[in-house]
């Protein structure tokens, strides 16, 4: 081989390694400009379950500019179910934005959470069925995205993880072009979990 060849080969080694970080880059900034590659997940710590409206809109989160951060209000806002289901109602008002929540709505959490209310809790970090599903203070709940959260635009869905259940479950979510803010659309994580160690005559 010639030395001009060899300064071919090398020039054009380098230009193909000056190509690629480059294809590469744009890749990363494409994939952080639509999701973060739309795997990722973000975790939200809240000090207390808020026990009225006023108390939830004070929260940071509830400022509604990410459907993870409206996800992870409406987790926390379930919680109250359990010792005020009008408390809860009234909350979800307020996350479902210019919509009221339907009498539809309110029989089908009624039916699910009605002596149910561990199935809230179950979503937080440190509630299993051994313990009742009683989370660790402060209350932490992880809110997952995937591949296919945002294929509908201005809709997503949401997803989180309960302990009492093998896959995770669903929140779907609108988004309000004129304000930015992600509101609640259906509620899909109400499915039956494993029954409280305390309450399983099997146990």
């Not at 808020?50 to 989160?61: C, G, T």
């Not at 089908?108 to 009683?134: L, Q, V």
């Amino acid at each position: 081989m010639g030395i001009f060849d060899s300064i071919k080969r090398a020039i054009g080694s380098s230009v193909k390694k000056e190509a690629s970080k480059v294809v590469t880059n744009a890749v990363r900034q494409g994939e952080a400009a639509i999701g973060r590659g739309r795997n990722s997940k973000e975790t939200f710590t809240f000090a207390a379950i808020p026990q009225s409206v006023e108390e939830l809109k004070a929260l940071p989160e509830a400022s509604l500019d990410s459907p993870f951060k409206t996800t992870a209000v409406t987790m926390i806002a379930l919680c109250r179910y359990e010792s005020d289901p009008e408390a809860f109602f009234a909350m979800l008002d307020f996350l479902k934005g210019p919509e009221s929540v339907s009498p539809y709505e309110r029989q089908f959490i009624n039916e699910r959470m009605r002596d149910k209310g561990y199935k809230a809790r179950s979503y937080f970090e440190g509630a299993t069925p051994e313990n009742s599903y009683a989370p660790s203070v402060p209350y932490a709940v992880t809110v997952h995205e995937n591949p296919y959260s945002f294929d509908n635009d201005g809709w997503a869905v949401m997803w989180v993880k309960s302990s009492g259940a093998d896959n995770m479950r669903q929140i779907k979510l609108r988004k309000k072009p004129s304000t930015g803010q992600w509101f609640v659309n259906e509620i899909q994580c109400l499915s039956d979990v494993r029954v409280p160690a305390a309450e399983d005559p099997w146990a």
